[in-house]
Nanobody
């Protein structure tokens, strides 16, 4: 069964760091485009970062560029999001997702994890 499970969320102070992990079952990580998205209360789900399936090219939202790094370890079937210099505006539930198309649109991803809460205090 294909499943994505996020972990690593929690409470951090502004300027701090967290690393999110997303464990993928069903062999999908190595053959899928993988993305991170986030959703703050009262807001729509928004793109954070994506990594390609074959050449692992990456793209980031402007708001996180230079602070967040997406990576994948196919041997461990795990996707990561290293988040540095966190800001209160990064507070949200973070979701990993897999899809077939290299995209920044949530609708292009068809398998989603349950999400992990990240809270950044000022």
């Amino acid at each position: 069964q294909v499943q994505l499970v996020e972990s690593g969320g929690g409470l951090a102070q502004a300027g701090g760091s967290l690393r999110l992990s997303c464990e993928a079952s069903g062999g999908i990580l190595s053959r899928s485009v993988m993305g991170w998205f986030r959703q703050a209360p009262g807001k729509e789900r928004e793109f954070v970062a994506t990594i390609g399936a074959i050449y692992s090219g990456t793209s980031y939202a402007e708001s996180v560029k230079g602070r967040f790094t997406i990576s994948r370890d196919n041997a461990k079937a795990t996707l990561y999001l290293q988040m540095n210099n966190l800001k209160p505006g990064d507070t949200a539930v973070y979701y990993c997702a897999s899809g077939a198309r290299y995209s920044m649109r949530p609708r292009d991803y068809d398998i989603w994890g349950q999400g992990t809460q990240v809270t950044v205090s000022s």
